[in-house]
């Protein structure tokens, strides 16, 4: 169910007109993004940047461990900024509130502590959650 609310709802506001410059070089955590595709791009444009530079300069930077850190309040406030269905906002703001996490290491387990930010591994919302999170960053 969660897949399907991504797909029809959420990748909709994503390439929404009023908000498709913001998306338009990303290339991770989208339906039609790839490693493939951004190893593409980014050769077709170093190839044009050579032909009138002596030499181009490359700065990567990796924003996982960022994204990692990503407050819940402040997803659901760029949330806010989007298009999207009361119930849906609301959906989301649900999934999001009274997330717990427990430790289990050599047979001991640590009591429950909540969770008030990251992007929940394994989710569909989760890619959706770190693409609003980059613009956060912006």
């Known amino acids: 169910?969660?897949?399907?609310?991504v797909r029809v709802f959420?990748?909709?506001?994503l390439t929404h007109p009023?908000?498709?410059?913001l998306f338009e070089d990303q290339y991770a955590f989208r339906s039609t993004g790839s490693t493939t595709a951004t190893m593409i791009y980014?050769?077709?444009t170093?190839?044009?940047?050579?032909?009138?530079?002596?030499?181009?300069?490359?700065?990567?930077?990796?924003?996982?461990?960022?994204i990692d850190s990503a407050r819940h309040h402040?997803?659901?406030?760029?949330?806010?900024?989007?298009t999207v269905l009361n119930y849906l906002h609301n959906w989301i703001v649900h999934n999001l509130s009274s997330r717990q996490h427990q430790t289990k290491l050599s047979g001991e387990v640590s009591s429950m502590l909540a969770i008030n930010a990251s992007i929940i591994q394994g989710?569909?919302?989760?890619p959706v959650e770190s693409n609003m999170f980059l613009l956060l960053l912006t």
């Open 1 to 5: 169910m969660e897949k399907q609310i």
């Open 10 to 13: 959420l990748y909709s506001v």
């Open 18 to 21: 009023n908000h498709s410059h």
């Open 42 to 44: 980014l050769l077709q």
């Open 46 to 66: 170093l190839t044009e940047l050579l032909q009138i530079h002596d030499y181009v300069h490359v700065i990567a930077l990796d924003f996982s461990k960022t």
């Open 74 to 82: 402040s997803f659901v406030s760029k949330l806010a900024d989007f």
């Open 123 to 126: 989710s569909a919302l989760g």
